[in-house]
T-cell receptor
Framework: AQSVTQLGSHVSVSEGALVLLRCNYS??????LFWYVQYPNQGLQLLLKYTTGATLVKGINGFEAEFKKSETSFHLTKPSAHMSDAAEYFCAVSERSGGYQKVTFGTGTKLQVIP | IAGITQAPTSQILAAGRRMTLRCTQDMRHNAMYWYRQDLGLGLRLIHYSNTAGTTGKGEVPDGYSVSRANTDDFPLTLASAVPSQTSVYFCASSDQAGRANEQFFGPGTRLTVL
């Protein structure tokens, strides 16, 4: 069984400040991990993913995440927040289960960027 | 390229009525999914289809049915709507059903059952 925990349902940062969104996972197999972003009244879109290889993964819009097996974490960061980063962010873990791609999503973190 | 389209955008429905949510993708993806999104619960999988002609049950399938007559369309039907089915529904697709695949999401349908 797999699970995802996102610490903090709401995070506020000032424009230009570091963004850090936390994600911890549980998986019985080596995890495939994703971060998705959801802008208001839109569907989710992929920011980045980790499958194998380099543990520091770069995504779109200046975001990156580091897979840390020892900490079972996959935190999302961005050095300098922009107003356009205000959205809800979902961490997810994927496995092949019962013949389909089972993606378990976290409950989401809403990012507010303060001017 | 539209990606995934969903219709309607929103709907208010009386309890007991039948409703079909439509989903169409133009990416020729093999796998398609229906999720519901509820506050504080994230996204939960209702039904999936790995390829045209096949479907399967996800985490919360009760009260819903799907069909996959062709590659592009994946409608979700509520046979007799109940208030607990009030939610935002997202259709998604991926090239294959492997666990490394990115899922592409539609814009969602906001459904209110009274």
């Amino acid at each position: 069984a797999q699970s995802v925990t996102q610490l903090g349902s709401h995070v506020s940062v000032s424009e230009g400040a570091l963004v850090l969104l936390r994600c911890n996972y549980s998986s019985s197999v080596p995890p495939y991990l994703f971060w998705y972003v959801q802008y208001p009244n839109q569907g989710l879109q992929l920011l980045l993913k980790y499958t194998t290889g380099a543990t520091l993964v770069k995504g779109i819009n200046g975001f990156e995440a580091e897979f840390k097996k020892s900490e079972t974490s996959f935190h999302l960061t961005k050095p300098s927040a922009h107003m356009s980063d205000a959205a809800e962010y979902f961490c997810a873990v994927s496995e092949r289960s019962g013949g389909y791609q089972k993606v378990t999503f976290g409950t989401g973190t809403k990012l507010q960027v303060i001017p | 390229i539209a990606g995934i389209t969903q219709a309607p955008t929103s709907q208010i429905l009386a309890a007991g009525r039948r409703m079909t949510l439509r989903c169409t993708q133009d990416m020729r993806h093999n796998a398609m999914y229906w999720y519901r999104q509820d506050l504080g619960l994230g996204l939960r999988l209702i039904h999936y289809s790995n390829t045209a002609g096949t479907t399967g049950k996800g985490e919360v399938p009760d009260g819903y049915s799907v069909s996959r007559a062709n590659t592009d369309d994946f409608p979700l039907t509520l046979a007799s709507a109940v208030p607990s089915q009030t939610s935002v529904y997202f259709c998604a697709s991926s090239d294959q059903a492997g666990r490394a695949n990115e899922q592409f999401f539609g814009p969602g349908t906001r459904l209110t059952v009274l």
